[in-house]
C-alpha cells in the first residue's frame, strides 16, 4: 500500500471531522476506504503529519491526543464532562497580541497557539442537573 495512498485518505477523513478526533475514531473511518491498515500506521501517519505541519496535533488537556485539519493557530474549548473539544470563534489579531506590537511581531512567526478555555458545552450544560 503506498504511503501518500495512506496519508490522503487520513487526511480527507479528518478533514470531514470538525470535531477534533482522537486516532481511534479517525482509524474505524479510514479502515471502511483501507481494510487493511492497522491503528499503529494510522497513529504513525497521524504524528509525521502533524511533525510536517499539514494537520495539527491538539495539546489540550484530557488523556487522548486529538487532531485537527485546520492548522492555523486558534483557540480550543474542551468540555470537562464530555471531552468535547470546539474551536473558539476569535479575532486573529486580538487573540495573538494586545495592544500596538507590530513591532514586536516583526521578523516573527507564530506556529502555535496553546488556549484552551474548559468548561462544559451547551450540551451537558443543559443536561447537567439542578
Ligand atoms: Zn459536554
Ligand atoms: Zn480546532
Known amino acids: 500500500m503506498r504511503k501518500t ?6 487526511l480527507r477523513v479528518l478533514g470531514t471531522h470538525m470535531d ?13 476506504h483501507l481494510p487493511k491498515i492497522s491503528l499503529g500506521t494510522v497513529y504513525r ?34 468540555c470537562i464532562k464530555c471531552g468535547a473539544i470546539e474551536d473558539v470563534p476569535y479575532d486573529e489579531k486580538n487573540v495573538l497580541f494586545s495592544g500596538n506590537t507590530d513591532n514586536w511581531a516583526h521578523g516573527r512567526v507564530i506556529q502555535k497557539l496553546n488556549i484552551e478555555y474548559t468548561g462544559l458545552c451547551a450540551n451537558c450544560n443543559g443536561n447537567s442537573p439542578s
Open 5 to 10: 495512498k495512506q496519508r490522503e485518505v487520513i
Open 20 to 32: 477534533h478526533p482522537s486516532a481511534d475514531i479517525i482509524y474505524e473511518e479510514v479502515r471502511k
Open 45 to 78: 501517519n497521524l504524528e509525521l503529519m502533524s511533525e510536517a505541519g499539514s494537520i495539527m496535533k491538539l495539546e489540550t488537556g484530557g488523556s487522548v491526543k486529538r487532531f485537527d485539519p485546520v492548522v492555523s493557530p486558534h483557540p480550543h474549548f474542551r
